[in-house]
């Protein structure tokens, strides 16, 4: 500013009390009305500055208050939202221990199946896995074999009996000779021998051939 300038606003100073305006700032900004027109524009545009930025005390409060109700609003709406809670009386229950897991099952008792004779399978009567009675047939075997071993023991018997009555007529022919002297003593012995023989060999033969054809024919009877 020029001299003439400080001077106008020299001469121009209040002189009588101030006239206030309005907050600005934290502060109350005075002006005489005898001011300049220079001094009141600026003044003037310095409150209009305050009021558009709202930093004056009583726009602060009002801003303060606003939040306040703002949260207010905030807090009651959340408690309205709260879940709607369900009562239910108490009650004696009892709780299930599960667990689960993944293993291998083991069997404590296992048995192991196996045929009493040797042949060929023709039938399968229970499946893997499925009960079974004590005594219940399980599959059937091909009796062909079972027959044919009957059908040997059966002739072994017979064959038997047929040398114990060869050497029968055998060792009365020798005792007939030894009478007329014709046979020796020694052939008379040799002959009751083999009678012997004959007889111990069919009985063997006679015996076993019993068991074996019964056991056959049982045998034969599961298979069928």
Known sequence: MGAAAWADLAA?????????????QGRNRVHD???G???QRRAQAATAGDMRLGTSPSARVMGLA???VACGREDAAFELAAPPVAVAPVEVVDLVDRIEATGQLIARDQARIAAEIAGRITEILADEG???EMGAAVLRIDPERRELELANVQ???VEAQATLREREREL???HQLHKRQVASRAQLDQAQTELELARALERRRGTAGCRRTSAARRERERTL
């Open 37 to 39: 027109p220079t001094v």
């Open 66 to 68: 606003c939040l306040l």
């Open 172 to 174: 009365r022919r020798i």
């Open 155 to 157: 002739a072994r018997r």
């Open 12 to 24: 121009h100073e209040p002189t009588g009390p101030p006239v206030v305006e309005g907050p600005g």
């Open 33 to 35: 009305p005898r001011d």
């Open 130 to 132: 499925s009960a079974v």
